[in-house]
């Protein structure tokens, strides 16, 4: 017997989301969609004098597996690196396409039983991929 798609851990994470507010003034922006189901995620970021992201908000709507996901990356993303991101984001991303062992970040096999749902991939991506694209562009103004 398979786990369900949608179990009570999914659901109290996906109505549990951290840092759910937008930064006011923040070093930089990326909204992501997913054009199958409509979820949208925007996420906002500031980086700390080590390059590190001190601040984090959040905008989702998305399904419970998008809500889910960016519950998930929420928790985890303060103090990260933007290289950290980033290998997150690759490293869920090949996971999902059966390309790779689960990602190095905590509570991502709670999407096991998403695996062989190809259609739901990109919503629990979404999070990921913005919290790594902002991060991004928040280094390289720093840097400018």
């Not at 960016?70 to 950290?84: N, Y």
Request: aromatic letters at 4%; glycine letters at 6%.
């Amino acid at each position: 017997m398979t786990a369900p798609l949608y179990n009570t851990e999914i659901l109290r994470l996906a109505a549990t989301i951290p840092h759910h507010q937008r930064l006011p003034n923040p070093m930089a922006s990326v909204e992501k969609r997913s054009p199958v189901c409509g979820s949208r995620v925007t996420v906002d970021v500031d980086l700390d004098a080590a390059g590190r992201i001190a601040a984090l908000g959040m905008q989702v709507r998305a399904c419970a597996l998008g809500q889910a996901s960016a519950s998930l990356m929420g928790a985890h993303a303060i103090g990260r690196t933007p290289a950290e991101l980033d290998a997150a984001r690759v490293a869920l991303t090949n996971w999902l396409a059966g390309e790779g062992d689960t990602p190095d970040w905590p509570g991502l096999d709670i999407f096991t039983p998403a695996l062989p749902h190809s259609a739901r991939h990109p919503s629990i991506r979404l999070a990921f991929e913005a919290v790594a694209e902002a991060a991004a562009h928040a280094s390289t103004e720093k840097a400018a």
